[in-house]
């Protein structure tokens, strides 16, 4: 298994993650003492595909005596967002709503130009607005919600940026990020890029404010050096919350990608496209034959179809006969590939229809 922010393979040990990456598994408590401000448990908790922190215990500690977070997350504009990248986001409108905080989302339009040998910055461009509405479309509330886009807000970035890496090393990188001394220089310095929105409105409001920073696991290793060099410069450690990631569509091992369309699908997909793609490529735990299934029953466990469901499924008692009903043998494949086609087909629908209206909206959430 490797798990950088640039690389995810091989089969995933989130248990042994938590370990190597030194962070805090989500117990009951901790559910319960979120739960005690939200009322009521987002299904990406209850299941745990927020499974790790560092530091919420602390973030709750803050507001519990009246010192709001903010909430920071991101994503590098490079091809089409897949609804793998939308399970941090969704869950960040959730705590958005939840404790009524502002959100602070970077738009670092120079990480993948640095890290992909042939991306052109029109390129990037062009990626950069068909990505934010995605953002927009899951209903961030544009008055609590600031784009920091990197290349545009730069005058504001470069300062803090640097500050950040006359603190880090290069051999720190290195070993952060497995780079060598082939890589470029930009690629040295892009980490103190993802830093500053963890400080950026401590520095605008002219104090500290706590920041929680939700996001899949493979970014951790940027943060876990925010935390260190944030705290030498005199702000706060952000926190942070971690997803899993959407398991590819063609089975087990590493993370969709975007550029493998057997393994995603994309939120611009049509209702066929969807249906093709689940019916020809999601991993099955099912039985070569249908007398077999009947008799032996399937393995959810394995089965993508099941596990996209846990995700996009809400209802607890649905979900929980889906599992039940495959295991006996009762539920064919075919019938929960269809189930869950009709699920994303749904929540697409959606999707795209505000994704349209995004686009007069943009220019709302700058700067
Ligand atoms: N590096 C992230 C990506 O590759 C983008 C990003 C920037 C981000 N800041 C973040 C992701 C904060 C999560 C949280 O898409």
Request: aromatic content about 14%; charged content about 25%.
């Amino acid at each position: 298994m490797k798990v950088t922010p640039w690389e995810v393979s091989g089969e995933i040990d989130y248990n042994k993650l938590i370990k190597e990456f030194g962070t805090e598994p989500i117990n009951d408590k901790l559910l319960a003492r979120i739960k005690k401000h939200t009322g009521e448990l987002h299904p990406f908790l209850r299941r745990k595909i927020f499974f790790s922190h560092r530091d919420l215990n602390w973030i709750l500690n803050e507001y519990e005596k009246g010192n709001k977070f903010f909430l920071y997350t991101g994503r590098s504009p490079s091809g089409q967002v897949h609804i793998g990248h939308l399970v941090p986001w969704m869950f960040t409108k959730w705590l958005q709503d939840k404790f009524n905080v502002d959100l602070w989302f970077q738009f670092p339009d120079e990480e993948k130009f640095l890290f992909k040998e042939d991306l052109t910055f029109e390129k990037v461009e062009k990626t950069l607005y068909d990505n934010m509405l995605d953002v927009i479309a899951l209903g961030f509330n544009p008055k609590k919600t600031k784009f920091l886009i990197d290349t545009k807000d730069a005058g504001l970035m470069y300062k803090p940026a640097c500050e950040v890496a006359k603190k880090i090393t290069f051999s720190t990188v290195k070993a952060a990020f497995g780079f060598d001394n082939s890589f470029n220089i930009g690629q040295i310095f892009y980490t103190a890029m993802q830093t500053v929105p963890a400080i950026l409105p401590s520095i605008l409001a002219g104090k500290n404010i706590p920041c929680l920073i939700p996001h899949a696991i493979d970014q951790d290793p940027h943060f876990r050096i925010s935390r260190d060099v944030l705290q030498k410069l005199g702000y706060y450690k952000p926190a942070s919350i971690h997803s899993v990631f959407l398991p590819p569509l063609s089975g087990p091992g590493g993370k969709m990608s975007s550029s493998d369309a057997s393994t995603a699908i994309y939120t611009t997909d049509d209702a066929k496209t969807v249906k093709n793609k689940v019916m020809k490529y999601a991993y099955s735990g099912g039985q070569p034959t249908v007398e077999e299934h009947r008799k032996k029953g399937g393995n959810p466990d394995i089965d993508v179809s099941y596990q996209w469901l846990t995700f996009f499924e809400e209802n607890d008692k649905m979900l929980k006969s889906y599992y039940d009903d495959y295991k006996s043998g009762k539920l064919l494949t075919g019938e929960l590939k269809q189930l869950l086609v009709d699920k994303l087909n749904k929540f697409l629908e959606k999707h795209q229809a505000n994704r349209e209206k995004a686009k007069d909206k943009v220019k709302e959430f700058y700067l």
